[in-house]
């Protein structure tokens, strides 16, 4: 039996405010634990035009990683 962990998806708009967010349990399906998929159906079509920032983070246990996208609404 794996451990599971977390995968969030964030957004935040250019007064760092959060527009969106989606957190979701994940188990690993191997011992390897080195990939994971993870979608995330993002909301553009309800974020005003503007700079955002779409943030995924991965947590099990004691690890985690982080990446940021820079994105813009037109």
Known sequence: MFTPGF??????????TRVYR???RV???TD???ALD???????DRLAPGAYVLTFEVRHGN????????FEVR
């Not at 995968?7 to 760092?16: F, K, N, Q």
Request: glycine fraction near 0%.
């Open 7 to 16: 995968a969030t998806a964030e957004i935040v708009d250019s007064t760092d």
């Open 22 to 24: 989606q957190e979701q």
């Open 27 to 29: 188990v690993p399906t």
């Open 32 to 34: 390897e634990h080195r």
């Open 38 to 44: 993870f979608s995330v159906n993002v909301p553009v």
């Open 63 to 70: 690890d985690s990683a982080r990446r940021d996208i820079r």
